[in-house]
């Protein structure tokens, strides 16, 4: 069976350029390169049935996971490896169940790579260095949206997601402590706590910050 065109996407032009070259030189055909999320989305759209050999870190609002999701949901004809300086369960099912189909540590051996390829190519799911269509099976039912990866990843607890959900509305701190039967200066800390985790300053950067990362679905 002949491997679909390649693209790789990541945000290091050496990785990209270094990756490409030895790809080349087994025969497959690498008919894009993307240096971030969006590029990565517009080189699938152009060229549809490829294989997308994606860096999970991506930079920008759209990182790996971000375009994994959007592909799959607007149902693009591209089948995603994931690479990742992460090897984590967490990484991995979140990739996994965003619809990715397969995920490779970016410092895996070449064989492991090209065993990655040639297994998506005919419709495998690869993790690693080997197929694991049952672990697939089982994580795809699983519910690891971006939200909840980006909550672990902050290390948000469920008494600061709880209030920075309540953030996104116009209940005031004095408002926000009488809901959760807490006391204000109880919630300014958590508030406190959130806007260190997430790396903002005010309560509209949280705003954003959360709604981006889908700890939150919307503002009001």
């Known amino acids: ?128 260095g080997g197929a694991v269509d049952s672990l697939a099976s089982g994580i795809h039912g699983l519910e690891y949206s971006p939200g909840e990866y980006a909550r672990r990843r902050c290390d948000l607890s469920e008494r600061e997601l709880q209030i920075l959900s309540l953030l996104a509305t116009p209940a005031s701190p004095a408002q926000i402590a009488s809901r959760l039967f807490l006391s204000k200066k109880t919630v300014e800390n958590h508030t406190s706590s959130i806007y260190k985790k997430l790396g903002v300053r005010s309560r509209q950067e949280a705003i954003v910050k959360a709604m981006s990362l889908h700890l939150i679905s919307s503002a009001g």
């Open 1 to 128: 069976m002949k491997v679909p065109p390649l693209i790789i996407a990541d945000d290091h032009a050496v990785f990209r350029a270094g990756l490409r070259q030895v790809l080349e030189a087994k025969g497959y055909e690498v008919v894009a390169e993307a240096a971030d999320g969006v590029e990565a989305m517009e080189q699938t759209v152009t060229h549809p049935g490829c294989i997308l050999l994606l860096d999970i870190g991506m930079p920008g609002k759209v990182d790996g996971l971000e375009v994994t999701r959007k592909l799959t949901e607007r149902d693009i004809d591209v089948r995603i490896i994931v690479l990742s300086a992460r090897e984590d369960q967490d990484a991995l099912l979140t990739a996994m169940s965003a619809g990715a189909k397969g995920y490779i540590a970016k410092d895996a051996e070449m064989d492991q790579v090209v065993s990655a390829i040639e297994l998506v190519a005919k419709g495998g799911t690869a993790v690693g």
